[in-house]
């Protein structure tokens, strides 16, 4: 029977080379997403300032979350935690160096520190003279620096004796040049060099280091070297090889990480619709082949062969499309890896990587579809009994199996369980954690009873199309009630299509929709300072609230924190922002309902009233919190706010939570005009008072832009990976329509010989690719309610989402259109030649 499989392969071109596109590009998506999940997985980032110590320490960026309440009664829970990343940069004490350099082995051990600034109006970083060791930089011309000097490199055109103006944490100062130095290698970030006095004073944070850079003796190995230090260091996160480029690039590690979500969740979501849509196809496949099938179990074929030639027939396609999407995957995921580079989602040091895993999991998931698909089909076919094989065979009518209906009733009950989990549990924009479960689930009840359905739309439709087609119409509605199960393999991909891109935009719009009204309702400034170089000066916001005009103003910083006690079982921390106590009312719609925000000072916080009640906290109680860089603190409850469901915020002061992110400084500074001061005059003021320092000045539009451009970065995430899986199902859309109308040669040809024109045929095939497309989209339609509906209600209080009507539109305009093109086009080449030719032909 394998055999007899291989050679079908050749007389059956068209069903095979429809389930080689199906299982190609499903093998092909599942593989290049598991090429983006393997790169955030390594993290390989490649060293380039540090490049030359063997071996680097940082900070701990983990600390372990109770992943249960301790004050529970069972004993083992408290043992229960997991390890959580913390958001911002994490400085070892300096004093470790000394510590280090005893170890056995090691030669010299280097700190380093890295701040950001500005010179000769360019974006820098500034560093200690000497970490220039850790590249190494040498010194081109000139000397080391001094108090007061810097060493800058050979690109900045400047030489030593030169005077040039420096920004750092918000200020500006003079600095001679002593030196130029070149670097033996490509650095991505340009370098100033300082005294180690200086450097310590503009990091802002003496007696700290970024990294501890580690030499080893002539011979040693690096490796032992390495776990001595660990040992010496402990607490410190010692790398060595290629992970050093994490203790350079921290982002590498934390955009890693986000890489690993992001090729899950689509590569699960590719992984269930590629199974879908191979299932469907060769399903299809199968079924036009029903005659000949019927003809084998006639002359004696037993049921056990049959399946072993379908099976066989099946694989042997299945190997050479996953083959050739093995070879193509890492194409297209470095394709996606670039664009996601190029869109800021992920750092441009990180290394792309695919290797061998992949490929086997991306070929394992189309093998298994396309055996699942296969056994089903050959099972099915297998089960006639011979005598009714051929009255079978003539038109398939019987789809409904017992399965069938308990799949159907699994996917319809998973999919009501998740919408019920939406309402009845979840907020604000976390709700859409389930949506994308629930299209998958809604798609697979559905296309369980499609048959049925489609087959109860048709009669519905079916005077509305006699009405606008007349004759051919009929017709077209006569065929796909004939045909429905045939029908049924042609709405499926349609529904599956406009069902996830309905879904998916819609959830995404809603979502940023929400964002922006949250951001736009809360902030009441008029005006933003942002910073040019590193940070603003603290004191800069007393200035500014003295400048005529100017109601209010407040330093504004955003940062996550881990509350510790009470316990709270959020794994991803809760979102903080720092305020100044002064000016936080004038720049804050926020309300108020117990407290006041003018409290903010020193180790405070404002509570949001769901956290308040889950917490049972209130004014005069106390939070213990772990900051972004691990720091704990314990803060007073000095006020309760209420803000929009799901974007609940913590109120901290600005002076407790900036000193303890990456930058160390608030970045942005907001300002509220008083009544009687337009924003043009406000906006000039402040240009004067902040003139000769390292800021910009924009307007609320500004402020707005920037938190939008913001959202969008995470927008058109989800719109690249999503619309990759949407081009899969509109493929396979093309796909099953070209494979359902190019087999219907010969029924054309026969219908040509009873009176009707060539015109009449297709004008008939035309509605019924119309018909196939409107019940596609009513099906879509309501997949994508299931997952929609109860986001809204959850969300936006409201049965609909936000966004233009006009991407639906779009979206059921591209399927119909789509449907019509893949209908018309091969009925019109099956139509060509004489009608007797193509009615003595066979369906291939």
């Not at 011309?141 to 944490?169: M, Q």
């Not at 300082?194 to 003496?206: I, V």
Request: with cysteine.
């Amino acid at each position: 029977m394998l055999r007899l499989a291989l050679r079908t392969l050749r007389l059956r071109k068209g069903g095979f080379i429809g389930t080689f596109i199906a299982v190609f590009f499903g093998a092909l998506i599942v593989a290049s997403c598991g090429g983006l999940m393997e790169t955030g997985i390594r993290g390989n980032a490649e060293p380039q300032r540090l490049a030359a110590a063997p071996i680097l320490l940082t900070g701990d960026q983990t600390f372990e979350l109770p992943k249960q309440d301790p004050a529970s009664l069972d004993p083992d829970d408290k043992h229960k935690s997991e390890s959580v990343r913390l958001p911002e940069r994490v400085r070892l004490d300096s004093t470790l160096i000394s510590r280090i350099r005893s170890v056995p082995g090691v030669s010299d051990v280097v700190g380093e520190v890295s701040f950001p600034l500005a010179a000769v109006g360019q974006p820098a970083l500034g560093h200690a003279w000497d970490s220039a060791a850790l590249t190494p930089y040498a010194l081109t011309a000139g000397a080391a620096p001094a108090a007061g000097e810097v060493v800058v490199e050979s690109a900045s055109g400047l030489k030593p004796g030169d005077s040039v103006e420096i920004a750092a944490r918000g200020k500006t100062e003079n600095f001679r040049v002593s030196g130029v130095a070149g670097a033996p290698r490509s650095i991505s970030r340009a370098a100033v060099f300082f005294d180690a006095a200086d450097a310590a004073r503009l990091s802002g944070h003496p007696g700290k280091s970024d990294v501890i850079g580690v030499f080893t003796k002539p011979g040693a190995d690096i490796e032992a070297v390495r776990e001595s230090v660990a040992k010496a260091a402990a607490g410190a996160t010692v790398l060595s090889g290629i992970d050093r480029g994490v203790a350079e690039f921290p982002e590498a590690d934390s955009s890693g990480a986000n890489l690993i979500v992001i090729a899950a969740v689509s590569g699960g979501l590719s992984v269930m619709v590629a199974m879908f849509v191979v299932a469907s196809t060769l399903s299809l496949s199968t079924q036009q082949r029903s005659r000949e099938l019927a003809l084998m179990r006639a002359i004696g074929t037993t049921p056990r062969q049959l399946r072993r030639m379908v099976l066989g027939e099946a694989l042997g396609v299945g190997l050479l499309a996953t083959a050739l999407a093995a070879v193509l995957g890492p194409f297209l995921g470095e394709w996606l890896f670039g664009q996601l580079v190029e869109n800021g989602v992920v750092p441009p040091v990180l290394r792309f990587y695919q290797g061998w895993l992949p490929a086997v999991v991306g070929a394992g998931a189309a093998m298994l579809a396309v055996f699942i698909a296969a056994f089903v089909a050959g099972r099915r076919a297998g089960k006639i009994r011979p005598t009714e094989a051929l009255a079978e065979a003539a038109v398939t009518r019987r789809w409904l199996t017992p399965m069938r209906v308990v799949l159907a009733a699994l996917c319809f009950g998973g999919g009501t369980a998740l919408a019920i989990v939406t309402v009845a549990v979840m907020t604000g924009p976390i709700a859409a954690s389930t949506a994308g479960p629930a299209v998958i689930l809604w798609a697979l009840g559905v296309a369980m009873i499609t048959p049925g359905v489609a087959k109860v739309m048709t009669s519905i439709l079916q005077w509305p199309m006699r009405l606008v087609g007349g004759i051919d119409g009929r017709l077209a509605v006569l065929n796909t009630r004939a045909g429905i199960v045939r029908a049924a393999g042609a709405v499926t991909p349609i529904m599956l299509a406009v069902g996830i891109a309905t879904a998916n935009i819609y959830l995404q719009t809603t979502q940023q929709e929400l964002a922006d009204q949250a951001f736009t309702e809360d902030v009441r400034a008029d005006a933003v300072i942002g910073s040019a170089a590193g940070g603003l000066s603290p004191d800069l916001v007393q200035r500014i609230q003295q400048v005529p005009g100017v109601a209010g103003a407040s330093e504004f910083v955003t940062g996550n924190v881990f509350i510790e006690a009470p316990y709270d079982s959020s794994d991803d921390g809760r979102p903080a922002v720092g305020l100044t106590a002064s000016g936080a009312g004038a720049i804050t719609d926020t309300k108020v309902t117990q407290g006041a925000l003018t409290a903010l000072t020193g180790a405070t916080v404002a509570l949001p009233e769901v956290f308040a009640k889950d917490f049972g906290r209130g004014i005069g109680d106390t939070l213990s919190l772990k900051l972004g860089d691990g720091t704990a603190a314990e803060v007073k409850v000095v006020a309760v706010i209420s803000q929009r469901p799901g974007f609940e915020s913590l109120l901290l002061p600005a002076g407790l939570l900036a000193p303890h992110t990456t930058a160390g400084l608030a970045q942005q500074l907001l300002v509220r005009a008083a009544p009687d001061v337009d924003v043009a005059t406000l906006t000039d003021r402040l240009r004067e008072a902040t003139a000769g320092q390292p800021v910009s000045i924009g307007d609320r539009d500004a402020l707005v832009a920037a938190h939008a451009a913001d959202q969008a970065v995470g927008a058109w995430v989800n719109y690249l990976m999503v619309g990759m899986i949407i081009a899969y199902t509109v493929i396979s859309v093309a796909n099953t329509l070209v494979m359902a109308t190019v087999r219907r040669r010969r029924e054309f040809g026969l219908q040509r010989l009873t009176g009707s024109t060539r015109a009449q045929v297709l004008r008939m095939a035309g509605f019924e690719g119309g018909l196939v497309a409107v019940i596609g989209i009513v099906l879509g339609t309501v997949v994508s309610a299931g997952a929609i509906v109860p986001f809204c209600l959850v969300a936006t209080d409201s049965l609909l989402p936000m966004g233009s009507p006009l991407i639906y539109l779009a979206i059921i305009g591209i399927a119909a259109a789509l449907a019509l093109v893949a209908t018309l086009i091969p009925a019109w080449a099956a139509t060509r030649g004489p009608a007797v030719d193509a009615a003595t032909s066979g369906s291939d």
